[in-house]
């Protein structure tokens, strides 16, 4: 069966600290991770996908196979990211199994 | 290009009665998938509609059932409310095929009292 875990409900950083979300999975199958966010008031929208290896908003994630991570991370933290952070595993055609999110909280 | 559009935004019944949710899926979509969001929780897969047949359903009992029309929209309908079924439920559409994104609506907050 598939489990993500994200361990920390929330996570309060200053502004221009890194940040790193953690994200565990756990999954028997080839493993496809996202990020999604969800800011003040808005819908869930997705941050990245490890499988397009890119940087969204100086946010990235690396897959680790190994350790079974999929860390999301930014080098300095704004404002403008405090939000809810879920991480998500697709599987079995397009559904997703999502971790209990964490807060994340920039302060000024 | 429009998106997901969810109704009613939010919703009151009383235990043992019965609601229905609506979902309008993203334009060239054509797969809807419920989730159930409890506070504090992430959402939870409840089912999937792909071209209007039941394509997966998560740990749910049937008293929550769902359609899909030929337009891709779809409905929720949850029978017996208990007060457990009280939270935010949430509809995504995706395309089958090519790099999958789910596009999320803003969601129905259920409340059961």
């Known amino acids: 069966a598939q489990r993500v875990t994200q361990p920390e409900k929330l996570l309060s950083v200053f502004k221009g600290a890194p940040v790193e979300l953690k994200c565990n999975y756990s999954?028997?199958?080839?493993?496809?991770l996202f990020w999604y966010v969800q800011y003040s008031r808005q819908r869930l929208q997705l941050l990245l996908r490890?499988?397009s290896r890119e940087s969204i908003k100086g946010f990235t994630a690396d897959l680790n196979k190994g350790e079974t991570s999929f860390h999301l991370k930014k080098p300095f933290a704004q404002e403008e990211d405090s939000a809810m952070y879920y991480c998500a595993l697709l599987y079995n055609f397009n559904k997703f199994y999502f971790g209990s999110g964490t807060k994340l909280n920039v302060k000024p | 290009e429009t998106g997901v559009t969810q109704s009613p935004t939010h919703l009151i019944k009383t235990r043992g009665q019965q609601v229905t949710l609506r979902c309008s899926s993203q334009s060239g979509h054509n797969t809807v998938s419920w989730y159930q969001q409890a506070l504090g929780q992430g959402p939870q897969f409840i089912f999937q509609y792909y071209r209007e047949e039941e394509n997966g359903r998560g740990n749910f009992p049937p008293r929550f059932s769902g359609l899909q029309f030929p337009n891709y929209s779809s409905e929720l309908n949850v029978n017996a409310l208990e007060l457990d079924d009280s939270a935010l439920y949430l509809c995504a559409s995706s395309r089958s095929g090519g790099l999958i994104e789910a596009f999320f609506g803003q969601g129905t907050r259920l409340t059961v009292v």
């Open positions: 999954y028997s199958g080839s493993p496809e």
């Open positions: 490890h499988i």
